[in-house]
């Protein structure tokens, strides 16, 4: 019976009252690809010997009705895709399903666009080994029972509740997810989940939990006390291409996140991991939140506005190449706590680094090493209460774009540039713009020979500011360009 309809695209009914399935043992593909059938008449099927039904009804996008009453499906053990892309199903009572004997129920109701009642209440899941992506994109589900789950035997629960926007509650505290090690995305982009109970939750053998609630928007509170990550090497995808998240991203509506439980010291990557975390006031980081063999930070606090303190002397950053927007949009952000271990030696971009950190009055990057940073693209812009940034031991000579470097940076009195080598840089443009309250400016050790773009680079600024260069040819270089300036000084 494999393949028997499948992908007859053009048939909108099938006359099945005179077939005999009695004997049948696979239906495997049965009408896989039936795109145009609104209804199936099953009720004389026998499904007694059969053991396979894994994509059924795979891609039959207008069936609308479906009734598996008459179903006997106690010796079947793969369910794999059974109702994938079923679209236009917005009603599936599937209460009278045995499925005692099933192992497989990935993707079981992928896709599932229109589906409102879901009724799994009689599932036995006991020999069930994986539930990836079972209810994935099921954004019409509101709500799930799934209290009779036994996810004893459960290994991977990756992209599970992907997508399902509409669910308001999901209580899987009585899951036993001792075997599992994959958690990859599991509640991403559940947006309108308020609550969601995973207390019980044993990760002790998970390996992979990127992503794993990322776009969680209306959860407020979150309660991961019960999680072991001493196996977890993946919290936060790490290549760009299979998407962005971090495993608290978008969290938009927490405002706690205790996570002082958390053994980080497997991770390699905590690219966007608190992103767009916009209420996020109070982060707790525990001991053991290690970040010795992490490579990537780029996007870590993005956009995190009411964090008012971030506590980061713990971090080792001795393998960190990438610190890009680390804490742009940090808005509310006064008081940045930097250990004597946080080595930048191995950075090589900080662009947008500190952008937008508007509440910072002081920032000393005296420990910095930069001496392999390559762009420092706004990489203070927009720090509009900064009175006080020790950049003395900053050195950019590989630098090559400074464009809106401090950009805005509107109570800056005095900025001490002196150690700046800019022999690569080509990108000035607005590099000071902006920076109306300076009265002294450090350039003495800077030739401007290799600038090309310096477009606004001192607009704002006052035209009788110090400026400190090194000889002449630098009075020359910056008179020709913006001859607005009465203070420039050989130092």
């Excluded at 109702?83 to 499925?99: A, G, I, Y």
């Excluded at 002082?260 to 992103?275: A, G, H, P, V, Y």
């Excluded at 191995?346 to 392999?372: A, D, I, P």
């Excluded at 720090?383 to 000579?397: E, G, Y």
Aim: with cysteine.
């Amino acid at each position: 019976s494999r393949y028997l309809f499948a992908y007859l695209t053009n048939a909108t009914e099938i006359d099945l009252s005179k077939l005999d399935t009695s004997k049948a043992t696979l239906m495997t593909y049965m009408f896989r690809g039936c795109s145009n059938i609104t209804n199936l008449d099953l009720s004389n099927f026998d499904t007694s010997k059969v053991t396979n039904m894994p994509s059924m009804f795979n891609t039959c996008r207008n069936l609308t009705n479906l009734d598996l009453s008459s179903f006997n499906t106690s010796n079947v053990i793969n369910m794999y895709g059974m109702f994938d892309n079923c679209n236009s199903l917005t009603n599936l009572d599937l209460s009278n399903f045995n499925t005692s004997k099933v192992n497989n129920m990935a993707f079981m109701f992928r896709d599932c666009n229109e589906l409102i009642n879901l009724n799994v209440s009689s599932f036995d899941t006991s020999s069930v080994t994986t539930m990836h992506g079972m209810f994935w994109n099921c954004p019409s589900l509101t709500s799930l029972n799934l209290d009779n789950f036994n996810t004893k035997s459960v290994t991977t629960m990756s992209n599970m509740f992907l997508n399902c926007q509409n669910l308001k509650e999901l209580d899987l505290n009585k899951f036993d997810t001792s075997k599992v090690d994959n958690m990859y995305q599991m509640f991403h982009n559940c947006a309108n989940l308020e609550k969601l109970n995973i207390k019980g939750f044993n990760t002790e053998n998970v390996i992979n939990m990127a992503d794993m609630f990322d776009g969680c928007k209306s959860l407020k509170e979150l309660d991961v006390s019960s999680f072991n990550t001493d196996k977890v090497t993946e919290m936060n995808i790490s290549n760009s291409n299979y998407g962005y998240g971090g495993i608290f991203g978008n969290c938009s509506s927490l405002r706690k996140l205790d996570i002082s439980n958390f053994n980080t010291k497997n991770i390699t990557t905590m690219r966007r991991m608190f992103e767009g975390c916009t209420n996020l006031e109070e982060l707790i980081l525990g001991d053991n939140f290690d970040t010795s063999n992490v490579t990537n930070m780029e996007y870590m606090f993005y956009n995190c506005p009411n964090l008012k303190i971030l506590n980061l002397n713990g971090f080792n950053t001795k393998n960190v190449e990438n610190m890009i927007y680390m804490f742009s949009g940090c808005t509310n952000l006064n008081e940045l706590i930097l250990s004597n271990s946080f080595d930048t030696s191995n950075v090589t971009n900080m662009k947008y680094m500190f952008n937008n950190c508007s509440g910072l009055k002081t920032l000393n990057l005296e420990g910095f090493n930069t001496e392999r940073v390559e762009d420092m693209n706004r990489m203070f812009s927009n720090c509009s209460s900064l009175t006080s940034l020790n950049l003395h031991k900053f050195n950019t000579k590989n630098v090559t774009d400074m464009g809106y470097m401090f950009y805005n940076c509107s109570f800056l009195t005095s900025l001490d540039l002196s150690s700046f080598n800019i022999s690569q840089a080509i990108n000035m443009d607005y590099m000071f713009n902006g920076c109306r309250s300076l009265t002294e400016l450090d350039l003495r050790n800077i030739d401007f020979y290799s600038v090309t773009n310096y477009v606004n680079m001192f607009d704002g600024v006052s035209t009788s500011t110090n400026i400190y260069v090194k000889d002449t040819t630098q009075i020359d270089w910056l008179l020709e360009r913006f001859p607005k300036f009465e203070n420039i000084i050989v130092a």
